[in-house]
């Protein structure tokens, strides 16, 4: 009985701490790894995919309070943009090289070039921010299916295997430092968040931040340290702290829900 006790003993602690991971997680912004930048690539013209995109915009969002969140979103956008006018101005190298008409192709490259210069001159600050990025999400990926959809009329499948081959070779330092400045900005962002989850737990670990900012430790060891002592609280305190967690993320998805809805209201009246 003794042991059956100390197993489940172990089993709420560890149902505990993945609560707790979940509202950590959802407080602070997702970690440098993910996979931001292919989110076009991804996409394609079906409903459920468009709701998808939708799903991961309302995330994307929700982390857009902060003109430092703000930055990371619009950063993040750019690098992908950036990514898919390079493979696109390779496509139209690779056409030329076949002899054909490339022009609708660099028509579509001139709108991109276009949309990321409205992205590079967007304030992060503004209050318009996240509309804009909205926005320029939605018509990133339409022109990206666009650019596609040309080159694949164009092309058999074994010119688009062995384009997709070369432009996957392809290395760009542009690309890779954009990439080191937005990891940067993002434990920036990450260590305003731990210090003021430290500052509701009620006890600070500077050193344990700063670590993780250097890049000397990721930001799941953090996380996992901030479970670890809500976990050594009492009930109620943990209950407490779980409680505000949890209300916090479900008014920023109510927010971010509100914001969509708002826009798709904006784009109904716009088409009448």
């Known amino acids: ?16 701490l993945l609560m707790m991971l979940i509202s950590i997680t959802s407080t602070t912004l997702a970690d440098e790894e993910a996979g931001e930048d292919d989110q076009q690539d991804q996409v394609d013209e079906t409903q459920d995919q468009e709701e998808v995109v ?43 090289g076949l002899e054909f008409d490339k022009s609708g192709l660099e028509e579509i490259l001139g709108r991109m070039m276009d949309l990321l210069k409205d992205i590079n001159e967007t304030n992060a600050s503004s209050n318009d921010s996240v509309q804009k990025f ?28 062995e384009l997709r081959e070369r432009i996957r070779q392809m290395v760009c330092e542009q690309v890779e430092g954009l990439d080191k400045y937005i990891r940067n900005r993002i434990r920036q962002f990450n260590r305003n968040q731990l210090y003021r989850l430290y500052g ?28 670890k002592m809500i976990n050594q609280m009492n009930r109620e305190r943990r209950y407490e702290i779980f409680s505000e967690l949890k209300e916090e993320n479900i008014k920023k998805k109510i927010n971010a829900e509100a914001f969509i809805d708002q826009m798709h209201g904006k784009g109904k009246g716009k088409g009448k």
């Open 1 to 16: 009985m003794k042991k059956g006790d100390e197993n489940m003993k172990k089993i709420v602690v560890v149902l505990v």
């Open 54 to 96: 939708e799903q991961e915009t309302q995330e994307e969002i929700k982390v857009m309070n902060t003109s430092l969140g703000a930055e990371i979103r619009l950063l993040q956008l750019k690098k992908a943009l950036l990514k898919n006018i390079l493979k696109g101005e390779m496509a139209a190298e690779v056409l030329k």
């Open 134 to 161: 909205v926005e320029f999400k939605k018509e990133a990926i339409n022109l990206t299916k666009e650019f596609r959809e040309t080159v694949r009329s164009l092309l058999d499948e074994e010119q688009l295997n």
């Open 200 to 227: 509701l737990i009620g006890e600070a670990n500077n050193s344990f931040i700063e670590e993780y900012l250097n890049g000397n430790i990721t930001l799941g060891m953090v996380k996992l340290q901030l479970c």
